[in-house]
């Protein structure tokens, strides 16, 4: 194990950013949020400096927030999970390049603003209206275990913008949403009393920027932390959204997916 690391940062504010490098001791089981804990404790670059510590966001330091998501080493990934010792023997460097995910409005350093995404969950109705179902004490209706299988995978969504930040799709010139509010109107549909309020979230992916401006790159998939099987959630929203076309045009009867 060498006795050192870099973490080069690439920090600032919006119309600001530099690289500037850290040196860091090794420590077993370091992983970056400690490594950046470090840096708050001890903010002295590899020039000497003293300069403002790195800011950063995290929440929960076991990868189900989504708060600390950043580019490492150029991937998407939880800075809370990136192990220090494994990343270096993974590349055979002892540099680690930190960098604020890019589709998202910076803040400062690596804090970006990942609104978006809890704006388009609200604009694709990403929850259960339970009404005056809520005082019922009836049990609700069954669900098969096969569908609560995938269900519960949908449900590990922790909006962290990696799917986002690796489509292509996503851009300044593109109003596309993004995979993972796509797959969360899947996951609110499967529901049997979301389903009666699926048209609240099919319309606004029928809308531009919805589900039909996937490109199907599926890169999405590839950076999901959570495994989540996002390609399939666009076939089966996409199919629902034809449904929903023809049924807004012609009253077809309801079917369940
Ligand atoms: S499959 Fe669609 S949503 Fe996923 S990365 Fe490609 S274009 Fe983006
Ligand atoms: S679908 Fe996966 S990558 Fe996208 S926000 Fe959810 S957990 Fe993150
Ligand atoms: S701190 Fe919550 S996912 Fe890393």
Redesign the pocket.
Known sequence: MADSYILKIFRGHPTHQYWEEFELEMVPSANIISSLMEIQRRPINRLGEKVAPVVWESGCLEEVCGSCSMLINGYPRQACTALIEQMINTTGQNTIRLAPLTKFPLVRDLIVDRSRMFEDLKRIHAWIDVGETSSNSQPGPKIYPEKQKVMYQLSTCMTCGC??E?????NAHSA?I??AA?SQARLFNANPVGYTQRSLRLRPLMEEGGVS?????????QVCPKNIP??DS?AAVGRDVTFQALNDLFSFPDREE
């Not at 690796?166 to 996503?170: G, I, L, N, S, Y």
């Not at 401006?213 to 998939?221: I, R």
């Open positions: 799917c986002l690796a489509c292509p799709q996503v596309f993004g995979p796509i401006d996937c490109g199907n790159s599926q890169n999405c998939v996002l390609a666009i």
